[in-house]
């Protein structure tokens, strides 16, 4: 059973940075898509960021964009987000998740394209 383990959250101040990983296991990655989701209380769960595990591809959502950086280390089997510039409404529980079909290039943003997904990990930013 694939099973993604997230780390890293954490309280911060405005400004600051944070680097999220999500460990993956009985996981095949290579060329399957790999996403960041995120939901704030009261609100419903947005994508942060997708990369397709093959070619690389990544794609952000417009508020993070220029700000968080998506990444993967294969051989660990490792997803990462590195987010700087934090600011009070990213404020969320973050969720590592994976889509379990081969995906040539694109990475969808629907989350109902990913069908594993880790516990989540607290990311409060005060101001």
């Known amino acids: 059973q694939v099973q993604l383990v997230e780390s890293g959250g954490d309280s911060v101040q405005a400004g600051g940075s944070l680097s999220l990983s999500c460990a993956a296991s009985r996981y095949n990655a290579n060329g399957r898509c790999m996403a960041w989701f995120r939901q704030a209380p009261g609100k419903e769960r947005e994508g942060v960021a997708r990369i397709n595990t093959g070619g690389g591809n990544t794609y952000y959502a417009d508020s993070v964009k220029g700000r968080f950086t998506i990444s993967q280390d294969n051989a660990k089997k490792t997803l990462y987000l590195q987010m700087n510039s934090l600011k009070p409404e990213d404020t969320a529980m973050y969720y590592c998740?994976?889509?379990?079909?081969?995906?040539?290039?694109?990475?969808?943003?629907?989350?109902?394209?990913?069908?594993?997904w880790g516990q989540g990990t607290q990311v409060t930013v005060s101001s």
């Open positions: 998740a994976a889509a379990s079909v081969f995906s040539a290039s694109y990475c969808s943003g629907d989350e109902y394209n990913y069908n594993y």
